[in-house]
């Protein structure tokens, strides 16, 4: 199922450029714009103006040009964002194989020796035969505990036709470790380790006033654009969402089925954005007909996190919140930049997907908290995979934990 084993304990290797608040995250060749380029991906003071000198390293000998950075607009008012410092190619390098980025008024404090460079990713251009038919990015992962949604989540996206799974982690119990550590193993998952904290204050709100730092949300916006180009010529489609949010068809089973659909009714190279349904996990509710599930649907409690199984009740759309906190799939060599939701800059537009046609269920604490759970809506779609999703949920944490976790029990929903 997985043609290509994930590697293990693999590195960002942020480096920070001396004498600015400046820290690199990757580069990547670009081959989209008119001059030949390398895109270094970074995180920015956003009021420091910096000069920047890039070094390239090309066949053993070392090249110099003039880097310009470029802010990403959804910094949501903090300090620190999220840029690109684009640095033109020499004509003498053909193939640069490394670079650094320095600042230019601090070069001759620096030495040769002190140098920190980057690997050049994305050298050759793929536009088929491409390893991963869908790979899907979570970002970021910190102080993570919610071990029976994670299973699950990662089960369902491979029913879906899911092959990678890219984790930018910053912190886990070790239970949760050793779930990842699995389906590394397994080929399916990548952990990418998120040091970014080690530079910069980063905040765990989405806004300033929501929680202290000068970086939004554990720099989840350089994460999310390292994983496009990260694997923008190794997958054909990439998803941007987070654990607890599955895109489901309605029509049929699988995005393999779903993106010949879209791509006739929307356009193929389109970003596709899929309306957000919040399913509150405040809420275990009976199905309509006071139906009684099969045990297996059913989770006591004794493995740690939510069962999406149990929350089958979803928040009305309103025409406040039809557009808000969607997610897409997209074909990434479309993408320069994404953001949170959706995207900032690509060579394709976005559409709409209708809802009947596919959907995203966000399994999470409730966002219209004045509403009574009658006021929510049923929706059993979920249950259609919980005979193929149950057994192997059941199977990953018996293989994990070398022990039978009973995971069913008679009744999970209240009168």
């Not at 590697?7 to 008119?34: F, I």
């Not at 040769?112 to 460079?117: D, G, L």
């Not at 969402?241 to 049929?252: R, S, Y």
């Not at 007909?289 to 999406?308: A, F, Y």
């Amino acid at each position: 199922m997985f043609p290509h084993a994930a590697p293990q304990g693999q590195s960002l290797s942020l480096v920070a450029v001396p004498g600015t608040k400046t820290v690199l995250v990757a580069a990547y060749q670009e081959h989209r714009t008119e001059k030949k380029e390398v895109r270094v991906i970074a995180v920015v003071l956003r009021s420091e103006t910096v000069a920047y000198r890039c070094v390239f390293r090309c066949q053993d000998k070392r090249h110099n040009s003039s880097g310009v950075s470029y802010v990403h607009r959804d910094h949501f008012g903090f300090a620190y964002g999220t840029a690109d410092i684009m640095c033109p190619v020499p004509p003498d390098c053909e193939t640069p194989s490394h670079i650094a980025v320095r600042s230019a008024a601090g070069l001759s404090e620096d030495t040769p020796t002190s140098t920190q460079f980057l690997e050049v990713r994305n050298q050759k251009v793929q536009s088929d035969s491409f390893p991963y038919n869908f790979t899907v990015c979570f970002s970021t992962m910190f102080d993570f505990t919610n071990m029976l949604q994670l299973v699950q989540s990662l089960e369902m996206l491979q029913l879906l036709g899911v092959n990678r799974v890219v984790v930018y982690k910053s912190s886990s119990s070790p239970e949760t470790q050793r779930i990842l550590d699995y389906y590394t193993n397994k080929g399916l998952v990548e952990v990418i380790p998120w040091s970014i904290s080690r530079f910069v204050n980063v905040s765990r709100g989405w806004l300033p006033q929501h929680g202290p730092g000068d970086l939004h949300y554990l720099g989840q916006i350089p994460a999310l654009t390292d994983c496009v180009y990260r694997y923008m010529y190794r997958s054909r489609y990439v998803a941007l969402h987070d654990m607890d949010e599955l895109i489901l068809p309605q029509a049929v089973n699988s995005w393999t089925e779903l993106l010949p659909l879209l791509e006739n009714k929307y356009g193929s190279d389109q970003c596709y954005m899929f309306e957000n349904n919040v399913f509150s996990v405040a809420v275990t509710r009976r199905p309509p007909g006071n139906r009684t599930l099969h045990p297996r649907d059913c989770c006591p409690g004794r493995v740690s996190g939510v069962n999406i199984l149990a929350h089958l009740y979803h928040e009305p759309i309103t025409p406040k919140t039809q557009y808000e906190n969607f997610k897409i799939i997209v074909n990434p060599r479309t993408v320069f930049s994404p953001t949170v939701h959706g995207l900032l800059s690509s060579q394709k537009g976005c559409s709409w997907v209708d809802r009947d046609v596919a959907r995203m269920y966000h399994t999470r604490a409730p966002r219209q908290t004045q509403l009574t759970p009658d006021q929510l809506l049923y929706d059993g779609r979920l249950l259609s995979y919980s005979a193929r999703l149950t057994p192997n949920v059941n199977a990953v944490f018996t293989e994990t934990f070398n022990a039978q976790k009973t995971l069913c029990f008679e009744d999970c929903f209240a009168p």
